[in-house]
């Protein structure tokens, strides 16, 4: 079956660097991008940018430009989102999406890792 | 970025009701538009994509419509697995933005 699986949670200090993974399997995984997507506890979802595996393209949103990396490694599937500079604020748990489609219009997000849970604190 | 705006927040439902979201974006988006399902400590699951469009295994209680600037999502007879919370989502351009959410509880 197609699932995207997520490295495990993450304790980090303020100012440091966190590098989350989300392996891909059950389909070609670099026929669809691979979008992140964050929701810290309380709050609504917050997209940060999507990956194309082919080509290694990526699309970030503003807010995280500057900060946010986004890599894959093709022989393992796997998806990579490295987040700087850390603060309080990013606390949340980070999800991988697989988009419905491969193309334009992409229509939503179909699958999803189970989430990677950041906590940033002294 | 285009803004999407969830109303009610908070809905309080019997099983059995029909039950009504509304979804309104700041500019045009056509019908790309996504309705997903969230569970507390679970990841979101996509319900509706292109407004009206039913994702595979999903009841056919849910509904969506809609375009432009305005949509609805609607559960025809409310049941016990659907008290969650709703959000919508634009595809139409990048940053892709959600709502705010809809959480559907027991009355």
């Known amino acids: 079956q197609v699932q995207l699986v997520q490295s495990g949670a993450e304790v980090k200090k303020p100012g440091a660097s966190v590098k989350v993974s989300c392996k891909a399997s059950?389909?070609?995984?670099?026929?669809?991008?691979i979008n992140w997507v964050r929701q810290a506890t309380g709050q609504g979802l917050e997209w940060m940018g999507w990956m194309n595996p082919n080509s290694g393209n990526t699309g970030y949103a503003q807010k995280f430009q500057g900060r946010v990396t986004m890599t894959r490694n093709t022989s393992i599937s796997t998806a990579y989102m490295e987040l700087s500079s850390l603060g309080s604020e990013d606390t949340a748990v980070y999800y991988c999406a697989k988009p419905r489609g491969s193309t334009r219009p992409k229509d939503g997000m179909d699958v999803w890792g189970q989430g990677t849970t950041v906590t940033v604190s002294s | 970025d285009i803004q999407m705006t969830q109303s009610p927040s908070t809905l309080s439902a019997s099983v059995g009701d029909r039950v009504t979201i509304t979804c309104r974006a700041s500019q045009s988006i056509s019908s790309w538009l996504a309705w997903y399902q969230q569970k507390p400590g679970k990841a979101p699951k996509l319900l509706i994509y292109k407004a009206s469009s039913l994702e595979s295994g999903v009841p056919s209680r849910f509904s969506g419509s809609g375009s432009g600037t305005e949509f609805t999502l609607t559960i025809s007879s409310l049941q016990p697995d659907d008290f969650a919370t709703y959000c919508c989502q634009q595809y139409n351009s990048y940053p892709w933005t959600f709502g705010q959410g809809t959480k559907v509880e027991i009355k």
């Open positions: 059950g389909y070609t995984f670099t026929s669809y991008d």
